[in-house]
């Protein structure tokens, strides 16, 4: 799996780069199947705005990309807030494609026992 750390605005230093790395790196232990992510961090210039620190991230898994964003007044806290909010995801999406796998599993023993019930009473 892999990790890339691009910046709009902002310089990325080693020390982001390792912070980002050891956040979103935890992810990987809830679901195997994410390949990579590509995270951007950029930085508003305005001084009237808030949030000014932006991190975005786009997890990639074998089926589908899960994005989120966090904004906040540091860097390193839009980082957390962007780890929690991806583990959330991660998990959401991990649990719905197990209970998506298990329900077509059951339908379709289901339908295979009613067609014989109905052949059987014939």
């Known amino acids: 799996m892999y990790i890339?750390?691009?910046g709009k605005n902002i310089?990325?230093?080693?020390?982001?780069?390792?912070?980002?790395?050891e956040k979103l790196g935890?992810?990987?232990n809830h679901y195997d199947q994410i390949t990579?992510?590509?995270?951007?961090?950029?930085?508003?210039?305005?001084?009237?705005?808030?949030?000014?620190?932006?991190a975005e991230v786009a997890c990639?898994?074998?089926?589908?990309?899960?994005?989120?964003?966090e904004s906040a007044d540091s860097m390193y806290e839009s980082i957390d807030l962007l780890a929690d909010k991806l583990d959330r995801q991660v998990k959401k999406f991990k649990n719905k494609a197990l209970?998506?796998?298990?329900?077509?599993i059951r339908s379709g023993i289901e339908e295979k026992v009613v067609e014989e019930e109905e052949t059987v009473e014939s």
């Open 4 to 6: 890339h750390v691009n």
């Open 11 to 21: 310089e990325i230093t080693d020390a982001i780069k390792a912070y980002v790395k």
């Open 26 to 28: 935890k992810v990987v």
């Open 36 to 54: 990579g992510m590509d995270v951007i961090l950029s930085v508003i210039k305005n001084p009237a705005a808030t949030g000014k620190h932006i």
């Open 60 to 69: 990639k898994t074998n089926t589908s990309v899960i994005r989120c964003e």
């Open 99 to 104: 209970y998506s796998d298990k329900t077509s």
